[in-house]
Structures are given as C-alpha cells and as structure tokens.
C-alpha cells in the first residue's frame, strides 16, 4: 500500500490500520541533544565546531585511528564530556521503546555511542550499535581488554591510559574513522531492505556506511524522516514523509496522530 499524501496524518493512518509490522529506526547524534549531549555537525553547537581549543588539523581527527595512535590527548580531553552514566533518555528514545513494546520495532540502528536507546528500555538484541559503544575498552595494539574500572579513573582525570601487558594504548570499542564498524552491523545491514516502514530520526547522513541505510529501504515503503534539515536523499521517493524541526516536538506529534500520546509520555517519566 502506498501512503495516500506525505503528511502526519496520512502516515499515522497508515499505522493505526496496523499496516507496518517490521520497522526500522536509524538514529543519530540529534536524538541526544535535547538530554545535553552535543551532536558533531550543527553549525554553532556541534562538537566539531568547538574543538579548536584542542589543536587539531581538522575536527574529525579527534576519532581518526591514525590520529590517535601519535597524538591521544584530544580524545581522552573529550571523553568525559562524551562518556555514558550522567545523560537521561528523552522521549524519542522512549518513542523507539514504545515501538518495541507495540511488537513493531524490527531494529533500530544507531550511530551513537550514549547508549541511551538501551537506558530506555530498547534491549540490546533489537539495536545496532554501528559505531560501538562505551561498554568495553582495549589495548590498540595487542587488544587485550581493560578493566572497566581503571579506564573511569582514566576519564576522569584526563590521563591516557596504556595496556597493563605491552604498554600499547587503550581504546574505548567505539568506532573511529579509519576502523571497521562491529560486525553486528553487517550481519544486520540486509533488515531495511525488509522493513514495511523507515523512521530516521537526528541523523546528517554524512557517515559511510550508515548514511547508505535508508536508501536500501524497499522503494515503496514509507520513510519518515525526524530531523531539523533535510538529509541523505529524503524527499526523492513518493512516501517519503519529512517531518523536519526537533525530534522530540516530531515523535510526541506522531504519537498524539496515533493516539499514543499519553502511552509515551508515561513510558518516559519512568
Ligand atoms: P551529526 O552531528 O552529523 O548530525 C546531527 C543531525 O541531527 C543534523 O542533521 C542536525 O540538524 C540534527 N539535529 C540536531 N539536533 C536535533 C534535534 N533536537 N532534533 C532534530 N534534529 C536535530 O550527527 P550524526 O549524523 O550522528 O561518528 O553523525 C554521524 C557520525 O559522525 C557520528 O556517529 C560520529 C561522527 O563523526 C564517528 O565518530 C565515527
């Protein structure tokens, strides 16, 4: 079935007559920032844009495996900025939950690093986490594991902590540029092409292989898209339904057209 205009309503609609059974959502660093943490691209308030204070040749170099191999105090100056355990979940994330708990969420994919869709109740073998994650650290060079514990005392007080066997440096297991994406993301990455319904939400684009995603969608299931600008190749597709402004103004709007308004906003105060 096609959606009948790319509005809300036409979408809610489709929803409501129990058409989609298998979605996917594809997240990114804009879900997060209305819990305080910063994204990487917006122009005044991304991350990328305030690393100036750390001297690099260029902003992504801070995450660049050949970068910090020479040179990881930037990273480790970030890190606690960045590091999981102070952030609360907003109501998107619980909007991915309350997915779940409908039977609808087929997968989520996420490109960050927060582990908060896990803090909302998301389990883990429903999500992706395509660029890693906090949980875990290791030796770059004889990957031996760290213990959790020290690498804390490490972010805390902005040290660079080294491998206890050959003194090689050590990692958190999220994915840098020049680095592999986990392998749960290939062994997932066919889920899209089956999908009834696409949901990106707080997300540029602007990162291969994930950015190629949405575009592997089956071409006439409906994409919604939940972001402050228009990314990737939204709008192209007859269903694709953009919903562009903040993402947690978007999901309580599609809840309220659902009528899951009070479901989600009782699933997040939590
Ligand atoms: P970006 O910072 O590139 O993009 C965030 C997107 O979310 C932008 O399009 C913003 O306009 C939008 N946005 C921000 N706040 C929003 C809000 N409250 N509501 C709606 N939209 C909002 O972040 P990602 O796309 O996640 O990778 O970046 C991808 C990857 O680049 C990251 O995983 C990270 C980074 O380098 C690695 O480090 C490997």
Known sequence: DTLES??????????????????????????????????????????????????????????????????PEPFYTLAQELYPGKYRPTITHSFIKLLHDKGLLLKCFTQNIDTLEREAGVPGDKMVEAHGSFAGQKCIECR??????????????KTVPHCEACNGLVKPNIVFFGEALPEEFFLN????????????????????????????CAPHIPRLLINKEVVGDFGYRADDVPLIGDCDTGVRALAEACGWLEELEALWAQ
């Open 144 to 157: 031996a594991p760290y213990p959790d514990a020290l690498i804390k005392i490490a972010i805390h007080e």
């Open 189 to 216: 990455r066919h889920l899209p092409a089956t999908a009834d319904l696409a949901i990106v939400m707080g997300t540029s684009l602007t990162v291969q292989p994930f950015a190629g995603l949405p575009s592997e």
């Open 6 to 71: 790319r509005t809300l309503e036409a979408l809610a609609k489709y929803i409501k007559d129990g058409e989609p059974k298998k979605i996917v959502v594809m997240t990114g660093a804009g879900i997060s920032t209305s819990a305080g943490i910063p994204d990487f691209r917006s122009p005044e308030t991304g991350l990328y844009a305030n690393l100036a204070k750390l001297n690099l040749p260029y902003a992504e170099a801070v995450f660049d495996i050949s970068f910090f191999r020479n040179n």
